[in-house]
């Protein structure tokens, strides 16, 4: 299928005759690298500029015959090569320092050593492939469609068993019969002239948007992606790794076999308690029954603003922000009574203490919602609060 | 050849002084500290071994690949491998201070040691010097034929020299390659006996690698300088070197961190303690020293391209890489004698002067004999028309 494709597009491509234009250069071809060394020395040398030499393989001291500037390539390359270091040192930095932290051997999170190899690696692979497109791109100047050196014989040659040069028709010293006599007088073994080409725009449309040949490859493409899912997923289909899955354990929405009662979920034995929750002693109790407990806490700063924020969440709704019985729930349930009674400034804080835990009447118990140091917080705020309202007189005289 | 001077007589004299000046030092040291100066005399001899065996192993190297750049310098590198049979005389005394040196050769100590008990049956003073013997005997045999067929062919230019030493390098590079790791492990890292580092003899390698070149080079700039050398030798020939040396210390570095990172990773106490004792004291800068002498500076000045051809620069870095070898042994040696951190004094002074003397008497004495060229070389054209 692909074979026809390509056929058809050297068709497409055959059937515009190129047609030949002005000269382009002058070419000739040389037998033994030596010769083309000399060559090159010698038309560098009678000061052309516009020239090129071409070879089957790399040679050692050709661009100091053809004189030509060192190029800056190398530049570019450590450049590059600088960025992939210090690129490969932030990712790393940010990877294992702050982003994704993680304790490896009791190592630091960040550490030059282990980052070497990857700083490295990418170095070498940034300087690799910007060389690799500069050349392309920059030095090359590549794309370029065409080039009137392709499809000659002296490409042939030089692609594989002779040594060329050409010389340019723009080069200002450009003189065809002197350069002939120059090269055959260099010993070579043929002198070509090299004309420009160009295609009638009309006959050649861009095969590569040909309709038929866009279709098959994304039918190319489709069948081989279902034939790959296909072959991946069920011919070479291996169970995977799932031991982890069958494992004597009771399923959630299903009966224990294991117990009679078929609970998996036991209740802790009698009497436990959990970590962290000390029952309250007096529960349930008649509040004369209290044996007083000063209140555990220091008042600081920190307490009071924590006691504040707790009675402003839990308390304040029926209470109001200042214990006032100003309650916000407009009648919706009993009012409570004002916290700056006698009796309440009166209570010791173990009292309240009771009040919050236990509840009292219709107030419920706040046991459940509010921890131990919270609610001692709390009172402490309380009496800042009853403090607030019922001051001294002393308390204006700003000592 | 005849209108290439010969190496004037006063190259003897000054070898000679200087010889003399250093084990007369040497000598010095050993009246008031001897185990100071049998320290200071591996370290001469671990150089020696790496400049001489190191240049055998390039010779032989040369004819593995068929290498063409380095025929022309290629009698210059076997002068410097020909430090080989003396080796064999220079080791000699290093027995008499097996004691001073190697912890492990006293009875007392290892009967009470569990670990150097379990290594015994390798660490004991006859197999090690079985091994020893086998390697000096080894380097011998090979140096003698490889350098005598190479002599040989200056008279005829018969390829079957060549040949003959292509296989013979073939045997030998894999040879090469045992007996100095078990060099290095023996003389060099049985110092510290509980420590072992299983790319301790490629590391030793690398940097034996380095200090060949490194000698190879600036004794051909010198006798290029001095006159002493083919004139068609061209300075393109150096570039590559240049490059060796240049790459052979990437790899040096390459191996350095390698063995640095493996142990920084495991973390385990019978490994780090080696390095934890290079990082303390003063200890700590000739291992930052050595990072940048050995690796960093070298680097970056050898990087480019024209670097390496700049005769004037290679002269500078060729013994700067020597220097960077001679403070890579310090590295590995002397830790174990100055505990409490580096030291250097006038029995030191004896290492430049031994060996920068014995090279000198020995160019003088063999560049009489011999071409300093393979003059009928098969391959010596192709060499001398090397060009960038």
């Not at chain 1, 040398?45 to 030499?53: A, E, I, L, M, W």
């Not at chain 1, 030089?158 to 260099?186: R, W």
């Not at chain 2, 084990?23 to 020696?48: C, K, N, T």
């Amino acid at each position: 299928m692909f074979g026809r494709i390509l056929n058809k597009i050297d068709e497409e491509f055959l059937k515009s005759e190129p047609r030949k234009g002005e000269l382009f250069a002058v070419s000739a071809l040389f037998d033994t690298p030596d010769q083309i060394i000399t060559s090159a020395e010698k038309v560098s040398g009678s000061g052309y500029r516009r020239f090129d030499v071409l070879t089957p393989y790399p040679m050692h001291g050709l661009d100091n015959a053809m004189r030509l500037r060192e190029t800056k390539i190398g530049w570019v390359g450590l450049l590059a090569g600088m960025s992939g270091t210090t690129l490969a040192f932030l990712m790393i930095w940010w990877m294992v320092g702050i982003d994704y932290k993680n304790v490896i051997g009791g190592k630091p999170f960040f550490n030059i050593a282990p980052s070497i190899p990857i700083m490295f690696e990418l170095t070498v692979l940034l300087s690799a492939l910007t060389l690799v497109a500069f050349l392309i791109a920059v030095f090359n100047k590549l794309p370029s469609n065409a080039n009137p050196l392709m499809a000659t014989e002296f490409m042939k040659h030089v692609t594989s068993d002779k040594f060329g040069i050409y010389i340019e028709a723009k080069d200002p010293k450009f003189n065809q019969n002197e350069i002939k006599s120059l090269f055959s007088s260099l010993g070579a073994s043929e002198v070509y002239d090299i004309n420009e080409v160009s295609y009638d725009e009309g006959k050649t449309k861009n095969p590569i948007l040909d309709f038929k040949f866009v279709g098959n490859l994304i039918g190319v493409g489709i069948v081989t992606a279902i034939l790959s899912y296909f072959t991946l997923n069920y011919l070479l289909f291996l169970p995977p790794f799932n031991w982890m899955h069958h494992q004597a354990k009771v399923l959630p929405q299903s009966e224990s076999k294991f117990f009679n009662d078929g609970f998996s979920m036991r209740k802790p034995v009698e009497g436990t308690v959990a970590r962290g929750f000390i029952p309250y002693e007096f529960k349930g109790m008649h509040d004369s029954l209290v044996v007083e407990t000063p209140n555990p806490l220091p008042v600081t700063k920190e307490i009071l603003e924590k006691g504040k924020k707790n009675f402003d969440i839990y308390c304040s709704p029926c209470h109001g922000y200042y214990g006032k019985g100003d309650s916000r729930l407009r009648g919706q349930f009993p009012v409570p009574p004002t916290l700056h009674s006698e009796k309440v400034r009166s209570w010791k804080d173990a009292n309240i203490y009771h009040v919050i835990t236990n509840g009292q009447n219709v107030m419920p118990s706040y046991e459940k919602q509010i921890s131990r140091d919270d609610r001692w917080a709390i009172i402490h705020y309380l009496r800042v609060l009853q403090r607030s309202q019922n001051a001294p007189d002393s308390d204006f005289e700003g000592k | 050849m005849d209108n290439i001077k010969k190496l004037p007589d006063s190259v003897n004299k000054k070898g000679g002084i200087m010889l003399i000046l250093g084990v007369i030092i040497l000598l010095v040291a050993f009246v008031f500290e001897p185990q100071r100066a049998f320290f200071d005399y591996l370290w001469i001899y671990m150089f020696l071994v790496s400049i001489g065996v190191g240049s055998l192993a390039l010779v032989g190297l040369e004819y593995l690949v068929g290498a063409t750049w380095s025929t022309p310098f290629r009698r210059i590198t076997e002068i410097l491998a020909s430090i080989t049979p003396v080796l064999i005389i220079l080791v000699i005394p290093l027995f008499f201070g097996l004691h001073d040196l190697f912890h492990w050769t006293h009875h007392e100590v290892v009967e009470s040691d569990k670990i150097l008990q379990s290594k015994s049956p390798y660490l004991n003073v006859e197999f090690f010097s079985i091994r020893t013997a086998f390697c000096l005997l080894l380097w011998l045999v090979f140096f003698f034929f490889m350098t005598r067929n190479s002599q040989k062919q200056d008279l005829d230019g018969d390829v079957t020299y060549t040949k003959r030493n292509i296989t013979l390098s073939t045997v030998f590079t894999p040879f090469f390659v045992i007996t100095i790791t078990v060099t290095a492990v023996d003389w060099m890292m049985s110092l510290e006996p509980h420590w072992f580092s299983t790319i301790y003899g490629v590391y030793y390698f690398a940097g034996t690698v380095v200090a060949s070149f490194a000698a190879t080079t600036i004794a051909a700039v010198l006798l290029k300088q001095g006159g002493y050398l083919d004139p068609r030798i061209k300075n393109d020939s150096f570039y590559s070197l240049g490059t060796m040396m240049f790459g052979f210390n990437v790899f040096w570095a390459y191996i350095g961190f390698s063995q640095y990172l493996l142990i920084w990773y495991a973390d385990l106490p019978e490994e780090t303690f080696w390095l934890i004792h290079r990082w303390e004291g003063s200890w700590k800068f000739v291992s930052i020293a050595l990072l940048f002498v050995h690796f960093i500076i070298p680097f970056l000045v050898l990087v480019g391209r024209r670097a390496k051809t700049n005769i004037g620069l290679l002269k500078i870095m060729a013994p700067w890489m020597l220097f960077a070898h001679a403070l890579d042994l310090y590295w590995l040696i002397f830790p174990t004698y100055f505990k409490e951190g580096a030291g250097f004094s006038w029995p030191e002074l004896s290492f430049p002067l031994i060996v920068i003397g014995l090279t000198m008497i020995l160019f003088k004495v063999l560049s009489d004999k011999k071409n300093l060229i393979p003059v009928k070389d098969p391959k010596l054209q192709a060499g001398l028309e090397f060009h960038l």
